[in-house]
């Protein structure tokens, strides 16, 4: 098995593509953003966790939570349905775990001034995610979990599943369409499921 945060199979060969300004692991492209929010909530949460229980910190796209929310039930993080902009699709249960998404955000600029969303591809610097509008990940790990979040929204609809699936990883997806699916390893963490 693969150690923690380590793509499987992949040996650490770090390498810098100037040209796509792009980190890779073993020919994998890796976004740092990411690693860095999740890394800064897998310190924190270890440092709440040594002062009480329950808990929640967010930072971005990435939330950890502990024990239970200030209702009695264990920490909820809402999925948005993106045909009812703020009113959630579904929720996912993050009791003693992170939950990380990545999706489909306002447009910046990017590669040669044309603009892109928040993810785009390392290698082409086009927008990532075709056929997406979000992709979360559930796990343990905060920095795992908000890593393949990414890594799942640049595979792009044709490709999540599979990728997803390879990875064991538990996931769900929101498709442009407004459909959304999941690997069977999160089912146990959706809470509501918004028809």
């Not at 650490?12 to 690693?35: F, I, K």
């Not at 796209?61 to 209702?71: H, M, N, Q």
């Not at 559930?138 to 990414?150: F, G, L, M």
């Not at 997803?164 to 509501?192: E, I, Y």
């Amino acid at each position: 098995a693969a150690a923690p945060g380590r793509l499987p199979g992949t040996p650490w060969r770090l390498q810098v593509r100037q040209a796509h300004r792009a980190v890779h692991l073993g020919g994998t492209p890796v976004e740092l953003d990411g690693v860095a929010l999740g890394l800064a909530l897998r310190w924190a949460s270890a440092e709440l966790g040594q002062a009480t229980r329950d808990f929640l910190v967010t930072a971005g796209s990435v939330a950890f939570g502990s024990g239970d929310g200030p209702d009695g039930t264990p920490w909820r993080i809402e999925v948005d349905d993106p045909r009812d902009e703020g009113s959630p699709l579904l929720r996912v249960s993050v009791a003693g775990r992170a939950a990380a998404t990545t999706a489909r955000r306002a447009r910046r600029a990017g590669a040669d001034g044309r603009p892109v969303q928040e993810v785009a591809d390392p290698v082409t610097g086009r927008d990532g995610g075709e056929g997406l509008v979000s992709a979360t990940v559930v796990d343990a790990d905060p920095s795992y979990a908000s890593t393949w979040s990414t890594a799942l929204y640049l595979a792009g609809a044709p490709e999540i599943e599979a990728v997803a699936g390879r990875a064991q990883l538990a996931a769900l997806w929101v498709s442009s369409d407004g459909s959304w699916s999941h690997t069977a390893p999160v089912a146990p963490f959706l809470d509501k499921v918004r028809p």
